[in-house]
């Protein structure tokens, strides 16, 4: 069989959360049924270690597509066109958007809507590319995977998919995420907060996560406990200028730690060496950081609204992402029972079994294959 898959965010030191999925579910799924060729769609040129096996055909189709007026280019002309030359039996989108030009059976990875509830990190152009394009998306897919119960409620809710259409299929975890030992966990203390413990948040710097809350609530938590403890923001800036003035402003500015652009390896360390995983976002479609921090062996507080209960199980402390005096409260009994911390710990060990790139490339390849049938 011939799969066409549209690989554009496997980008050499830039993988994210998309281009993370793609790689771990492609590696997997490409080497593991060598019975397929599979042709990959990069927008650039390709570095050789996203070709994992010898029944990958690559191809560089232009131009690079980084704007809704490229976008639409790349999928209703270029991708087209290279689907009429290939005559493959599947095309694959892991980046939620496909083509409308093509009789080509398509799967798309839908893996959240976030920009129907929150658009304020994205500019307008893109927001009305997002709105006009993926109900269309949703309705020509032959099947559809995203990676929650409820990204799957969502997306049947708000475009009027038929559940039976779509495929939960779980993220999973790098395997760099896992735990260090005590003297392991010093030696990051001393490299990046100066030998004090601290709470760690892992993602993008954006209004959706949550991070003048966060702020708030930790100059909260610090008047009262008056303890040397830090908060290390680790994730990438996007010039959140709201968030900035906050920072400044705290009382305890001094004690929140930016430690700039991570390695995976550098920020695995940082996870493993916390005392706990400050994850309150106002909506994720999954979040990956809750079962980075379980897999390090590293409690979690994450938010009680959208896909995180799901995602953290029992394993977590859940705070209203809205409400600074339960954030605060919920840092405060992390950080003053140890009990409480080891119980967490025993929990995430189990929780974070149910997630692993293994069992997503087997549920992807399984939606591949319903497409077929279909």
């Not at 980075?292 to 507080?301: D, Q, T, W, Y």
């Not at 705070?319 to 009994?333: R, W």
């Amino acid at each position: 069989m011939k799969i066409a898959v549209n690989t554009r965010f496997l980008i050499t030191e830039h993988l994210e959360g998309i281009g993370w999925f793609t790689y771990e579910t492609l590696k997997r799924i490409t080497q593991q049924h060598p019975e397929h060729e599979f042709y990959f769609f990069f927008d650039r040129k390709f570095s050789n270690e996203f070709i994992f096996s010898s029944n990958i055909h690559p191809q560089i189709l232009s131009p690079p597509a980084r704007h809704p007026l490229l976008w639409y280019w790349w999928f209703e002309v270029a991708v087209p066109r290279a689907l009429k030359r290939i005559i493959p039996d599947l095309f694959l989108s892991t980046d939620g958007y496909l083509s409308l030009r093509t009789n080509c059976r398509q799967v798309i990875v839908m893996h959240d809507i976030a920009f129907e509830h929150f658009n304020d990190h994205i500019d307008s152009l893109a927001t009305k590319f997002y709105r006009h394009y993926t109900p269309k998306y949703a309705q020509k897919a032959a099947r559809i995977a995203t990676v929650s119960r409820f990204s799957k409620d969502d997306i049947c809710f708000r475009y009027h998919v038929s559940p039976e259409k779509i495929d939960v299929v779980y993220n999973g975890s790098n395997e760099m995420f896992k735990p260090l030992t005590i003297p392991e966990q010093q030696v990051v203390r001393d490299q990046f907060t100066r030998g004090r413990s601290y709470f760690i948040y892992a993602g993008a710097i954006q209004p959706r996560k949550n991070l003048i809350k966060l702020f708030l609530a930790f100059d909260m938590f610090k008047k009262k406990i008056r303890s040397d403890i830090k908060l290390v923001i680790a994730g990438r800036n996007w010039n959140y200028h709201e968030a900035s003035a906050v920072h400044s402003q705290m009382q305890f500015s001094d004690d929140v730690i930016f430690p700039g652009h991570l390695t995976r390896s550098d920020l695995s360390r940082l996870m493993a060496a916390s005392m706990g995983l400050i994850y309150i976002s106002l909506f994720e479609g999954f979040g990956i950081p809750i079962i980075e921090a379980m897999n390090c062996n590293v409690p979690v507080i994450t938010s009680n609204v959208s896909s995180m209960p799901e995602v953290a199980g029992n394993a977590a402390l859940f705070a209203d992402p809205h409400s600074i005096d339960d954030i605060a409260l919920k840092m405060e009994m992390l950080y003053t029972d140890e009990f409480l911390r080891k119980e967490l710990v025993e929990k995430g060990k189990v929780q974070s079994q149910k997630f692993t790139w293994q069992q997503t490339a087997d549920g992807l390849y399984e939606c591949m294959m319903k497409a077929v049938r279909k």
